[in-house]
């Protein structure tokens, strides 16, 4: 028991760690460069031991109705970690305090908590340590007042998604007596007007939380006003990290048909507006701000699913749209210097900078679900179980909100390859090595999920 | 050389030799023109020596590359060779050499980026035509679409951006019902065989009730007509044709556009052969009105690449006409359609190419050609002449059987009460032909004859370009001269797909005395 404590959580212990030993770096006034490399070697370390762990089938029940480690756990944490992982190398350049790695790394460890949760208090524990680090980040080592606006914003929208899950877990409380997520999920199968109030009602605070519309109004402010690897931070693992949270909490079950409807309305709606008012953006930040809303669109289609298609669909969906969020940000990053985010700096992007306009161009076509790319495989694993569950309208009109969404992607594509003449860039930016090694793993990565697209089907059926 | 691993390579190494590009020295050499014309010469090497084996009773496992993808989902890296795709493997690996021999001085093919968009390009339509799994069909069908657009954006005309706007949100509406069919035809499976499959071989044999098979129909000739095109589909034809890069409008009109007939003849009439029946005649009024629409646009055209445009809608609607008659000789000239119609707008439009790279825009006001460059105007005669179905070139064989199918399955129809309707629109179709005549010679009157104005120092074609031409012009008289040993390759793929749509007319024909069918309301009593 007391080794499984220590070897089943040795990704979170590895983490807290690293935050103490940060904490310590700061008050000595150590080498700044050195919470990069500490944070890398940290997070690459816990991949390494989930992968071992999920390589040697271990499973543990750690502390029973709260804490356990099963299959999902293993692989959802070595998601998230490795998302944090990619963004990590590809921020060690521009991010040189270490409050910054703190933050990062208090965030991380909060999402892993939520992914080895067996019950809410420990979820709940979770989501708030997955979300309290991220005002930090956006405010810290930006005075600006734009980025306080939409950080103040975050803060208060988040508030209220935290209180209406807290009311929700109140009602599931009230019904079952336990917080343990097994018991809800059977009453949630039982039916039962309460059950069904204590489900939607959670649903909205994640919702709140994954920016579905009409609970979206903080992400454009929150996504445009900080600067990039935050955004991308922002769109990437926390998106990630709040979608694993409804697997985890609903697992393969399939919802009531009052529920259903309620998510299929959301999602259409989310895709819809989107994508429609992406459109219109100018600026690289508030279109994927608003891709974002799309994309969590997909993402809750998928929980309508009935034919237990779902865990695996929304841990491919999740990590190749964090994945693509990562290396688009990063490739931004290196086209256009310093913080800039007007899309006219992309014209002619490709003479100057070829590679990093190519896969910029890869990751916005598979955003947009062009085969034979890995968002596209991720899109048919949604609603293939989607139409498998007897939903095809819907999903035929989502498929036309992500036909409207192939504007705007394309628009940056055309932007990259237009032949306008460009004042060549002095040179590159600094660092550009280390965001290049980010980004080349990223892709190596990327690259990986489109020629296996059934990783986690076979992951989460090996024991 | 009939093996596995020679159809894989046919696939991969267009793409291998797509990526090898990048590492190449910067522009001003040759070289990556060279290595890029080395591994298209290669595919073409490979793609002839499949043709020229196989003599359509091969195994189709010794032609077959199957890898699982999705294990879980059934969707497979299958590709294989059979007597459907034979002609379409032939003619992509054909075209793609031949462009890049037609643009190898150019300043386009200075550019890596064009290179290696041509590669993927072939890549991918490969990948569509030889796919024996719809999800990988559907991947492909889709991924033809990326260097496209890319290639009208960066090397097309004024006009580029809108074109390659529309080309690409145009031909993609097609998809979205396609994809929601695919995947229901994987829940059909799913339920039916008890696990999810792509596989044609699994799904052909699928029972599929009138609506599923009536949703699948539409979805898949939506999208295919939209591809082909064929009225009223065809809006985004004359733009994206005009303004994208010559190779582009040569690979557009002459590989792209078939995927649409191959599309028809591949997921339409075999997975739903009922529908496919009932809705034969309206297809078939579309596709005659497609011919005759372009046709009477193309006489209207004083700009010689719109006049090729739209004369391109026209034969387009030939080939479907032909799929949609049903009959084995109708399929065998559609088929021949598709390689000859591929052959000569492509050769029509490379043309083109070459007098506007020789004189810049005032090609268009060029006349006595013939004087200047007898060489250029022998091949574009031949292929006018083709175009026209001229009687020993491919363009008579292939329109000669589709018309003839055409009567066979009008009369059919005539003589057992079934209504007027396909007999008067082939014999409309036949007016297509003499329309074709007209506007076709005036363009060769135009451009090849008449008073030489004033002296304008013209190149005629050097050895590379005659070289390019000359196996597009030997397909043109092969098939013209002496059409039955290609025809036998491709002739047990078409017997099965006859025999599938003849099985279920007899099967309707049996209840259509007692019940009212809807075969009834979509013929036109």
Redesign the interface.
Known sequence: MATDLIYGLLPEHLLLALILVLMLVEIFHGDRKLGGVLFTLAAAAGCAVLAVQLSNGYTVNLVPTEITIDRFALIARLVILGCGLILGICSLATSSSCKFWMLLASSLLGALTIMDSAGFISLFIGIEMLSLPAFAMMVSGDGTSSASEGAFKYLVLSSVATALILFGLSLVYGVTGSLSISVFMATVNAGGAQSIAATVIILSGFFLKAAVFPFHAWAPDAYSSVRIHITAFLASVIKAAVVLALVRIFSTIALSAEVVSVIIVLSVASIFYGNTTAIKQGAFKKLLAYSSIAHAGYMMFALIDSTGGRTEALLYYASVYALTTIIACACFSLIVPGDRDDLGQLDGA?ATH??ASVLL?LCV?SMAG???LPG??AK?LI??SV??SGH?TP??IA??GS?IG??FY?GI??RL???ASVPAEAGEAAGSGLVWSGVFLGSVVFILFMLV??VF??LLLTV | MLNPTTVLALFVLPLAFALILPVMTERGSVLPRIVTMVGMLGVLALSVTIFVGYDGSTDPQLLAVNVPWIASLGVNFHLGVDGMNIYLMLLTSLLFPVVLACTWKTAHADKKLYLGLLLIMETSLLGTFLSQNLMLFFVFWEAVLIPMFILILTFGGENRRKAAMTFFMYTMVGSILLLAAVILLGVESLHQTGSWNFEFSTLYHLHLSTTVQMFVFVAVVLACLIKCPVFPFHSWLPLAYYEAPAAGTALMAGAMSKMGAFGLLKLAIPLCPQVSVAFAPTIILLAVISILYGAVLALRQQDFKKLIAYSSLSHMGYIVLGIFCLQQSSIHGSLFQILSHGVAVAGLFLMLDLLEQRLGASYKQLNALSIYAPRLAVTLMLFILASVALPLTSGFTSEFLILFGGFQHGLQLFNTGNGLLVLVCVILACSGMVLGAGYMLRFARAILYGKANEEIGMKDMNLRETIAFVPLLAIVVIIGIWPYPVMIKAQNAVEQLTALAAGTQQVQALPQTTTTLPIGGADGH
């Open positions: 490709f070829p590679v161009a076509l062009i085969p034979p596209f495989l048919f609603f293939k139409i498998a095809i999903a035929v498929f036309v036909y192939v504007i394309l594509v055309y390859f237009s032949t697209p059934g089907h076979s």
